[in-house]
């Protein structure tokens, strides 16, 4: 193996894209190049350098134009992604599908927790070893097999049977932890391997140091199996314990490594933060330590702050967050953007402090997302409805991932074991159940709406929502206002817009609207650089207790309780504390001119703090980088400043009063004398069920207007997951499910009777908004339903009350047809539809306009 070693800043892709061209320029096609890094965002800007590169060789030598007509056919991609590609190209080897599909890691391990519920269910076992199992599911990285430590056989025994049944199941879609199991076989077949090194003679590995040990033994085989392989990596920058990154797998290369090249010469840094960083880099082991030199003229600043002092440590946190707001003012005001400046912490539990500080200073900010939105859940299931809805025929791979996806959606919410023999079928569609074939000729319906139309159908689907947390409805709005930015011609294009979305990290953690300093977590800044920088809270100390699980480097599992969990914990304890020094060294490269660093004396210090006294930049050093803020006393965080006032001329009618009016200036027709007032005990008596009336009339008028079934068990359930019904208790929720489903039938039993069938009705109207001037108010509300049957228009208004009384709304209705006439030209018959006295009345126009203009001017 060719290997770099690289520091922050000094170009490793361009590195990467160099060695690439070299191998163009000594004849090896480009076919036979495979460029792999983490992200497939990093992957098509490796794709769009080298293009640039091979063009432009291509204009110096004739020769290589056929180079740049591969660039674009090339494997430029994820480690999942050549992995998938090198499976594709030995399947027959290895009696595998070629034409499986690769699901993403949240629908893989989605799957799995479904096979490991069912088995923990048919079992008897403790619902709560799913945790467990989970967390054993996302260490397959680790090893090829698990090797369990005393106490966790019985565990381990378990997890391969889920894992079977989940292999069963998902036969033809991989997750990524799939594909690296299949890569491992791969490596054990002689004639596969050598396939695979034939088409890909050269590999070159971005980020080497973010690999995990079944990544490094793939590439390890690889260059045994002949071919050429060239990575590129920085140690210390090595921030993923969390997703298996084990820095062993890179030290190993380093020692094995036929060829080590450094990197030294950034691009990035000022002088003193480069010096900075030269000093911070003999924190680590001697063959990692990359001293860079930089190459611009720029001087730079670095500033160490430490507040003590004050109350305690929460005291002078907040001192520190305003600190860091005055530093951050006094650059803006030597010229330096706020966009222009980030700040960066351990922690989001960081990052309150920081916005009320901000806030009281007026420091404009952003916050950066740490969770993918367009990859969440919710998200996908709704990409793979639509790519359902535009099915045709059998679906292929891609489709039959979506028809997983979906099937177990809370679209349909099936557990895959009752549709098992169905999806072994070339066709499961008509071996699938009818409701579920219904859902699906629904989604086809939905293949002759407009993009946005389409969308807002599945968003506003009753079942579909009532399986949905909060957080995940008001993700769904969100979707839904940034899709209506877009103009989608079809609906095509939005599922495109839907993928590319999901494929990039930056656009997919949907930042802050505004310009401002931007707060982020470290991990949330890898890969970026601004030209201010801040390190807020170099307190903040280790996160919590170990896992009741854990897999060691080994493939390991030990369990709470035990020996073995006490000595993996603190092997992992002390790898936590490692590379909390590289997430330190990770922030401090981000910075290009000016580098803050701030932190709070402590009593228990951190491994940040631990890391800049050892290079004698803490609290009581001398160093001249290093200053000290004690908090005086009585100091309390300022609040933010009062709007500032503009003073002028007053408006030549600032002296002019607003005589007293009889009616407000806006009003809702149904809150205007309904009835009289009621005595205080009578009103004080009625308080106790106001509640109940007002969430049995909102749920009762939803219902109606999406003319829901009453014995739809799963639709009447749905209603409890409005926002109204939030505050009952579960007995009183019964209770006013009970009373829904009883004013719907009564309802049904009205339609072709006192009401016209719905199929009577030739136009058909719902909750049609109000907006109506009359007489010096502005009347606004809802009309429950208009509609024709022939030539006659109707006019409902859907009553809840246990009293006939309709002489309390015969104004609403008369301003109710007044809007109607107004608006659509419309005379129709306005009527109260009394739902539990099963009756209809109907008023005169007469006496409908007589209210009109009893009205107060």
Do not use: C
């Not at 309390?808 to 030209?825: F, T």
């Amino acid at each position: 193996m060719k290997l770099y070693v690289a520091s922050a800043g000094t170009g490793k892709t361009h590195t990467l894209v160099e060695e690439l061209l070299a191998l163009v320029k000594g004849g090896v096609p480009l076919r036979r190049i495979a460029a792999v890094t983490f992200t497939r965002k990093a992957a098509e800007e490796l794709r769009a350098r080298a293009r640039k590169r091979v063009e432009a060789l291509a204009r110096e030598e004739p020769g290589f134009g056929g180079a740049v007509r591969e660039v674009h056919g090339a494997v430029f991609g994820t480690i999942h992604g050549f992995m998938a590609e090198a499976l594709r190209h030995a399947a027959p080897f290895l009696s595998l599908d070629p034409d499986f599909a690769v699901v993403d890691e949240l629908l893989a391990e989605a799957l799995f927790l479904e096979e490991a519920r069912s088995l923990l269910y048919l079992l008897g076992e403790d619902p709560g070893l799913e945790a467990f199992l989970r967390r054993l599911y996302q260490g397959r990285t680790l090893a090829e097999a698990f090797r369990p430590l005393e106490g966790a056989e019985g565990l381990v025994r378990l997890f391969a049977e889920a894992l079977a049944r989940y292999r069963r199941r998902a036969q033809e879609v991989l997750g990524p932890g799939d594909l690296e199991a299949l890569a491992l076989r791969l490596l054990r077949h002689p004639q596969a391997l050598a396939r695979v090194v034939e088409r890909f003679s050269h590999v070159l590995v971005d980020e080497y140091q973010d690999t995990s040990p079944l990544q490094g033994r793939f590439f390890r085989a690889l260059e045994e199996a002949g071919a050429r392989v060239v990575a590129v990596g920085d140690p210390k920058q090595s921030i993923y314990l969390f997703r298996n990154a084990r820095l062993e797998v890179f030290r190993e290369a380093l020692g094995q490594a036929e060829e080590v090249l450094v990197l030294d010469e950034t691009r990035r840094h000022a002088r003193r933060v480069a010096a900075f960083l030269n000093r911070f880099v003999a924190l680590f082991p001697e063959g990692e330590r990359v001293a860079v030199r930089p190459t611009r003229e720029a001087e730079g600043r670095v500033e160490v702050h430490w507040v003590e002092g004050g109350a305690g440590l929460e005291e002078r946190r907040r001192f520190e967050a305003d600190l860091l707001a005055r530093r951050l003012l006094a650059l803006k005001a030597e010229g330096y953007a706020f966009g222009e400046m980030a700040v960066l912490v351990r922690s989001r539990t960081s990052l309150p402090l920081l916005e009320r500080a901000f806030r009281a200073r007026g420091v404009p900010y952003v916050l950066r997302r740490g969770q993918s939105f367009f990859n969440r859940l919710e998200v996908r299931d709704l990409y793979h409805a639509l790519r359902l809805a535009l099915l045709e025929g059998p679906p292929g791979p891609e489709e039959r991932r979506s028809l997983l996806a979906f099937l177990r959606s809370p679209f349909v919410g099936l557990d895959l074991g009752e549709v098992e023999e169905a999806l072994l079928q070339d066709d499961p569609l008509p071996y699938l159940p009818q409701a579920v074939r219904d859902r699906v000729a629904w989604l086809r319906g939905l293949a002759g709406k407009r993009p946005l139309e389409a969308l807002k159908a599945l968003v506003r689907d009753e079942v579909f929502l009532s399986r949905l947390s909060p957080r995940a409805r008001a993700n769904l709005d969100a979707l839904l206002l940034l899709a209506g930015l877009e103009r989608f011609p079809d609906l095509e294009a939005l599922l495109e817009w839907l993928r590319l979305r999901a494929l990039d990290p930056e656009a997919s953690e949907l930042p802050e609207g505004g310009e401002g300093v931007g707060l982020l977590t470290v991990h949330a800044a890898k890969g970026l650089e601004w030209p201010v920088v801040a390190v807020y809270d170099v307190a903040r100390g280790e996160p919590g207790a170990a896992s009741p699980v854990l897999v060691g480097p080994e493939g390991e599992v030990a369990v709470a309780g035990t020996r073995a969990h006490r000595d993996l914990a603190q092997r992992l304890a002390q790898a936590q504390r490692e590379e909390a020094v590289r997430l330190l060294y990770v922030a401090l490269s981000r910075a290009r001119d000016v580098l803050l660093v701030t932190g709070s004396r402590s009593g228990r210090e951190s491994p940040w703090a631990q890391a800049l006294e050892r290079l004698g930049l803490g609290p009581e050093s001398q160093d001249p980088l290093v200053a000290r803020h004690p908090v005086s006393q009585g100091w309390r965080p300022p609040r933010p400043a009062p709007a500032a006032r503009r003073e002028g001329p007053p408006a030549p009618y600032a002296e002019h009063l607003l005589p007293p009016r009889p009616l407000p200036l806006v009003h809702s027709p149904s809150a205007h004398l309904k009835a009289e007032p009621k005595p205080l005990a009578e009103a004080l008596e009625g308080e106790a069920i106001s509640g109940f009336a007002r969430a049995l009339g909102t749920l009762v008028h939803y219902a109606l207007a999406r003319d829901l079934d009453p014995e739809d068990e799963r639709a009447m359930r749905a209603l409890l997951h409005q926002e109204v019904a939030f505050p009952f208790a579960e007995g009183e929720k019964e209770r006013l499910l009970a009373e829904v489903r009883a004013l719907l039938r009564r309802y049904r039993r009205m339609l072709g009777r006192e009401l016209p069938a719905l199929e009577e009705r030739a136009e058909d109207y719902r909750e049609l908004p109000l907006v109506l001037p009359l007489k010096g108010t502005v009347w606004h509300g809802v009309l429950d339903r208009v509609y024709r049957v022939g030539d006659r228009w109707y006019l409902d208004d859907y009553k809840t009350d246990r009293e006939v009384r309709p002489e309390a709304y015969r104004l609403q209705l008369a301003l109710y047809r007044r809007a109607l006439l107004e608006a659509w030209g419309v005379r129709a018959e306005a009527r109260l539809v009394y739902l539990r006295a099963g009756r209809v009345h109907a008023f005169g126009e007469a006496e409908l306009e007589e209210a009109l203009a009893a009205l107060p001017s």
